[in-house]
């Protein structure tokens, strides 16, 4: 009777020894392809930094609060939903990041989730929202929206905070997608094509003297506003130079605007002029180059409702709209659209 009470009291300790909760994450897992030696794993209250050894192997602990964290390896980035106790294992290939990303061990199934959900959402959303009109774009919207959210709602076994976060940021990047390429399929109505386009009349020109919209008449007229510090702009110039180059003999004038002023170099417009004629010197740009004189309250800026760039505008030899808000010069598009013109 004894032993068979010493027994049962052993059992009852392992059970309880077992059932006491780790008050910790075990994060493990391995990176094909890494792009760094280290990951870091963070939200607004947390941060972690863990070392990504030789092999793309990685692991560590993390004492967290039950939620959401970014996760990023120095060049992507993916979320991960943790909570003390998960013992989690995580493997990906950079070369296909998102498409990769596999989740084993406790938490797998709230985790495999969001990578899954991640993933649709950016396949579901993604499309040529910038070619459409008002009316258009809300009925894309909408059954993109549909979609998504009959994906979540299919979700079983799914942690209720992840499930209700989903359903918030589908509506916040559905809001941010109708403001965004709504007010592109706005600006197309107040610029409809074959209207009469906004001019500039004699910006300086990098080469000397001035450039007028109507200097260029009888061309085609490809405008790119941009300044010396929009990094936007800056990824775009090989590309327009490529342009620039395979149509030099073309019916077609690429004119970039530059719209430096005061405000982005220290209080001083003979700071921000030197910085034009500095950055088009040193950059060797090409093209027709020409500096607004009031920056963003130049009237050919004004006129065409600009309040981000890099912004890009085509207007034809008749001096009227094309596009005003033409495809960037790394958009395949824009040779679509300049093959058919020109």
């Not at 579901?124 to 998504?148: F, H, N, P, Q």
Request: glycine fraction near 8%; charged fraction near 30%; include cysteine.
């Amino acid at each position: 009777m004894k032993q068979l009470i010493m027994l049962l009291c052993a059992v009852l300790l392992v059970s309880c020894q077992e059932e006491t909760p780790k008050d910790h994450v075990v994060l493990t897992g391995k990176i094909t392809n890494p792009n760094s030696d280290e990951i870091r794993v963070y939200n607004k209250t947390y941060s972690k930094t863990i070392k990504v050894n030789e092999d793309g192997t990685f692991s560590d602990t993390l004492k967290v609060e039950k939620g959401k964290y970014s996760f990023y390896d120095g060049n992507e980035g993916t979320t991960l939903f943790l909570e003390n106790g998960y013992d989690l294992n995580m493997t990906l290939d950079t070369e296909m990041f998102d498409e990769t990303i596999v989740y084993t061990g406790s938490g797998a199934e709230n985790n495999n989730f969001l990578a899954k959900e991640s993933l649709f959402m950016e396949q579901t959303l993604d499309g040529d929202y910038d070619i459409l009109t008002s009316a258009e774009l809300g009925v894309a919207l909408r059954d993109a929206k549909d979609k998504i959210t009959e994906f979540i709602n299919k979700a079983e076994g799914i942690d209720t905070m992840i499930t209700n976060s989903s359903h918030d940021r589908l509506d916040a990047t559905i809001q941010s997608y109708q403001r965004y390429y709504g007010g592109i399929a706005k600006l197309r109505e107040e610029f409809p094509k074959g209207s009469p386009s906004p001019s500039f009349e004699g910006y300086e020109n990098f080469n000397g003297g001035a450039t007028s919209l109507g200097d260029l008449k009888g061309k085609y007229v490809y405008v790119d506003v941009w300044a010396t510090w929009c990094g936007p702009c800056k990824v775009e110039i090989p590309h327009l130079k490529e342009l620039e180059a395979e149509y030099h003999d073309k019916n077609i004038a690429f004119v970039s605007m530059s719209i430096d002023d005061d405000k982005r170099h220290k209080g001083s417009w003979e700071n921000a002029h030197k910085a034009w004629k500095k950055f088009v010197e040193e950059k060797e740009l090409t093209g027709i180059q020409i500096y607004a004189p009031e920056g963003w309250e130049s009237d050919f800026i004004k006129a065409y409702k600009i309040n981000g760039i890099p912004r890009f505008i085509l207007i034809d030899p008749d001096g009227k709209v094309v596009d005003p808000n033409a495809p960037r010069p790394s958009n395949p598009r824009l040779k679509e659209m300049l093959e058919s013109l020109i």
